[in-house]
């Protein structure tokens, strides 16, 4: 898949970067693409019918709070005519790793954050935020979307690892300690830096085991 996606021609990767620097609709919609449900050894990753709203919300939560996080319009708009993913995925590394960490923050005090953010963009001068938080708003009514929390934080974690070779939800990986096989299901992160450690669900054990990030390796 990775491979087909790097051969499109030019035009079709410009045309995707600039839906990935369109926030916060358009790079949630990206990454949905780009992270398509994935059926491991032990369950189904990736997956979620909300995750692609979730994504957004997220983004329009950081908006809200931390616009300092969110890179400027041309900025965007310039690194997106670079039609390499890649470039816009450094220019937005900060504000996706925001994103993933407050999905450690899930349940109530979330949910409260995403009705802040979407209230407040209700009711800005701008037209553009008015229209997301609508969209977003009407999403958040008639939709569930607990059960895509999973997805939205693998999709998230998947990207973010990228940068630093890791393994993303769904690798094969072995315990350096117990040569157990297992798949991993989450990745551990602080503010900064590379991933700290990874949830791996083994073969042979239904329960996910918390391991830091030296004690595993590719499974052959």
Known sequence: M???REHRPFHARVGDCRLAADLPLGRAAHLIERFPPLRSATETL???????????????????????????????????????????????????????????????????????ALTAGEASSDRRVRDVAVTLGRELRSVSLRGSLAGARHILDALL????????????VVLTTSAAV??????????????????VRLDTDPVVHNVSADALTVAP
């Open 2 to 4: 990775f491979a087909l």
């Open 46 to 116: 990736y997956d979620g019918d909300g995750r692609e709203t979730t994504l957004a919300m997220l983004y329009a939560v950081l908006a809200h709070e931390s616009p300092a996080l969110v890179p400027a319009a041309d900025e965007l708009a310039w690194v997106a005519d670079l039609g390499e993913a890649a470039a816009v995925d450094i220019t937005c590394a900060a504000l996706d790793r925001a994103a993933r960490m407050l999905l450690d923050d899930g349940g109530w005090p979330l949910w409260t954050r995403v009705e802040a």
């Open 161 to 172: 690892v990228e940068a630093y070779e890791g393994h993303p939800p769904g690798a094969r």
């Open 182 to 199: 297992g798949t991993v299901v989450g990745v551990r992160w602080l503010q900064s830096g590379p991933p700290i450690g990874y949830a």
